[in-house]
C-alpha cells in the first residue's frame, strides 16, 4: 500500500487542523492505520492508530482529548483531526499502515508502510 498524508500547515496555538492520508490500492481495510510525529531533534514517535474497522482507537497521552483519528474505508483515507494545538504539537506528521493484530505497537518497527510526513507548524 502506498500512503499519501496532506493537510500540514500553520496554524496559531488553540487553533484545529485536520491531517489526511490517502492510500492506493484495493486493500486499505485490511490495515491497521496510525499517525507518528516527529517534533525538531528528537525521534518519530506515535501519536495515534485505529483499527480495520475504525472501532477501536488508541492515542499517545499528550494528544488524548485533543486528537481524533478515524478512518473512511470507502475513500481509503485515514484522518487525523487535531484541535486544541499547542506550540510541542510542532512537528512533521507521518502516517503508517500495518498489518499485525490490535493492540498494536506504539513503535516504528510496528507498522510496515509510511507516508512521506506533511509539516505541522503552531505558533505561540
Known amino acids: 500500500v502506498q500512503l499519501q498524508a496532506s493537510g500540514g500547515g500553520l496554524v496559531q496555538a488553540g487553533g484545529s487542523l485536520r491531517l489526511s492520508c490517502a492510500a492506493s490500492?484495493?486493500?486499505?481495510?485490511?490495515?491497521?492505520l496510525g499517525w507518528f510525529r516527529r517534533a525538531p531533534g528528537k525521534e518519530r514517535m506515535f501519536v495515534a492508530a485505529i483499527t480495520r474497522s475504525g472501532g477501536s482507537t488508541s492515542y499517545a497521552d499528550s494528544v488524548k482529548g485533543r486528537f481524533t483519528i478515524s478512518r473512511d474505508n470507502a475513500k481509503n483515507t485515514v484522518y487525523l483531526q487535531m484541535s486544541s494545538l499547542k506550540p510541542e504539537d510542532t512537528a512533521v506528521y507521518y502516517c503508517?499502515?500495518?498489518?499485525?493484530?490490535?493492540?498494536?505497537?506504539?513503535?516504528?518497527?510496528?507498522?510496515?508502510?509510511w507516508g512521506q510526513g506533511t509539516q505541522v507548524t503552531v505558533s505561540s
Open positions: 503508517a499502515a500495518t498489518l499485525n493484530d490490535w493492540p498494536y505497537s506504539d513503535y516504528v518497527p510496528g507498522y510496515d508502510y
Open positions: 490500492g484495493r486493500t486499505f481495510r485490511r490495515y491497521g
